[in-house]
């Protein structure tokens, strides 16, 4: 649908201010690092339509969600990493790597936490190559692959 689904979570033991998130929560498409991975990892048909359908169902909200969209699919285009800084909440930002399973399937991994620990230059500089780097590392011990740009 118009949503991520986590289907794991893992979280520091220490961590004071987290985003509640564990498995079978959802997070939106356009405004979540993990929903814009998605997003940059399908086929074009498919982001066509799911863009089309996001922009039906926000109404007066989507031309400020499609800002940020198009802005993080073009960051993606040049890294590799989509990151969302205080648009799905406002005290989190996180980056995501899309990786493609073995039959094709997209998913994502993400990686963040509180603004005040993970501003966007860290996320970028730090953060976004060790999870690409985890991201590969899985990708390849289940047959799959990185999603990079224009493959």
């Known amino acids: 649908g118009m949503e991520m689904v986590l289907v794991e979570a893992c979280r520091a033991r220490s961590s004071m201010l987290a985003a509640r998130l564990d498995v079978g929560s959802r997070v939106p498409l356009p405004n979540s690092a993990l929903g814009r991975a998605y997003l940059g990892a399908v086929d074009d048909t498919t982001r066509q339509q799911l863009v089309e359908s996001l922009r039906l169902a926000r109404g007066s909200d989507w031309p400020a969600l499609e800002a940020g969209l198009q802005n993080a ?77 224009g493959a």
């Open 73 to 149: 699919l073009s960051e993606r285009a040049r890294t590799g990493c989509c990151i969302s800084a205080g648009e799905f909440h406002r005290e989190i930002n996180s980056v995501s790597v899309a990786v493609r399973g073995p039959a094709g399937d997209v998913m994502a991994f993400n990686c963040g936490g509180p603004a005040f620990l993970f501003p966007e230059e860290r996320l970028r500089v730090e953060t976004a190559p060790a999870l690409t780097a985890m991201a590969a590392g899985v990708a390849q011990d289940i047959g799959g692959e990185l999603a990079v740009p």
